[in-house]
């Protein structure tokens, strides 16, 4: 090869080079080009299906985790009912088959465990309240029996056989209820009665209080010892308070004469008027207080009476024409301490 060859050899061959150097920084700028116009893209959508995976992994974990818990709440929740069931079973074979009145007292206190912290018993003699047991409450009960005249909030839950919840006060209570209630710190506490009836009449009131006192769990207990109590030979039958109120209130002729619907009417009206009446002492207590000290609560609550009495006669006086005015009871009780002078000579009295 001479030498004219060569030289033309070697101008091709780097031509050649040259040509593969440019077509290769072209290819790689379109792959750069290629890239940073689609990789942002495919980025996010690789991202996106990333944390998609990811959250169905975790709502399916989170899912069996939760039917877990479900599954465990409601085989506790069925464990719960069952040793609820077992335990009043339990009661009423022990409240039936008593022996004497101690029994059947420490039997009915201690079936008030778990659902309220202090409990005591009163039995009904003479419309007087005697105490009987205790449960949680350090110093002896009551030596004397205290009249239901002196006690209104007993007397309230006797006469109506109803759930009553009332303030822990000497006015509600009486002063030696009140003395061996009201122990420690939050005297002015709300406790709970509950009359324990029988077909002669109201046998007994049980108390409850605490921070929280189950009121269906011991509704029902109570109604299980009435009629306990009066089926055994060792219960006592006389001096049970009779249902029928007191003479100076209005009378109902007969509650066992009531259909069903208007019993439960006439429950639901002595409610509304002690939620009435308690509202009212709590929310213008400075206007309660200044009306009993110018024996004239009429004028200062005038307001708060009038709407009252419209709304008990619009629900209540007009459902029914056995129908008592319980909203005057209670307001003569609660606002005038059974002084009906305090509520004022502009009073308009009873609606019946």
């Known amino acids: 090869m001479n030498e004219a060859t060569s ?11 040259e040509q593969l150097a440019l077509a290769w920084r072209e290819h790689i700028e379109r792959v750069r080009d290629v890239l940073e116009a689609q990789w942002p893209e495919r980025m996010e959508r690789a991202l996106e299906e990333t944390v998609a995976g990811l959250a169905a992994r975790l709502e399916g974990e989170y899912q069996d985790a939760l039917e877990a818990r479900l599954r465990e709440a ?36 201690d079936a008030t465990r778990g659902f309220c912290g202090r409990a005591a018993l009163f039995l009904i003699r003479d419309r007087k309240l ?86 269906d769990a011991i509704e029902l207990l109570v109604a299980t010892a009435g009629p ?45 008027a002690r939620v009435q009446v308690a509202e009212i002492r709590l929310y213008q207590s400075e206007k309660v207080k200044n009306g009993r000290a110018a024996h004239d609560l009429y004028t200062s609550l005038q307001e708060e009476i009038l709407s009252a009495r419209e709304a008990f006669r619009r629900e209540f006086l007009n459902a029914s024409d056995s129908m008592v005015d319980y909203l005057h009871l209670e307001l003569v009780r609660t606002l005038a301490n059974d002084d009906a002078e305090l509520l004022g000579k502009d009073y308009p009295g009873p609606m019946v």
């Open 228 to 272: 306990a109590y009066e089926s055994s030979p060792a219960a006592p039958v006389a001096g049970l308070v009779s249902i029928t109120p007191a003479a100076q209130k209005p009378e109902i002729l007969s509650w066992f004469s009531l259909s069903h619907e208007d019993r439960e009417l006439h429950l639901r009206a002595q409610r509304f």
């Open 74 to 109: 409601q085989q506790s929740g069925k464990t719960a009912r069952r040793d609820l069931i077992q335990k009043f079973n339990q009661t009423a074979r022990r409240l039936r088959h008593f022996e004497n009145q101690d029994q059947w007292s420490r039997t009915l206190m």
């Open 130 to 215: 005697h105490f009987e047991a205790a449960r949680n409450i350090d110093q002896p009960g009551p030596a004397d029996d205290v009249s239901l005249d002196f006690a209104p909030a007993f007397a309230t839950a006797v006469e109506t056989r109803d759930t009553l919840i009332a303030m822990r006060t000497s006015s509600e209570l009486s002063e030696p209820l009140a003395a061996y209630l009201c122990q420690g710190p939050g005297q002015e506490a709300r406790c709970c009665l509950f009359p324990i009836v029988t077909r002669q009449g109201v046998a007994a009131v049980l108390y409850a209080d605490s921070s929280e006192v189950d009121i």
């Open 7 to 17: 030289e033309l050899l070697a101008d091709a061959n780097d031509i050649v080079r």
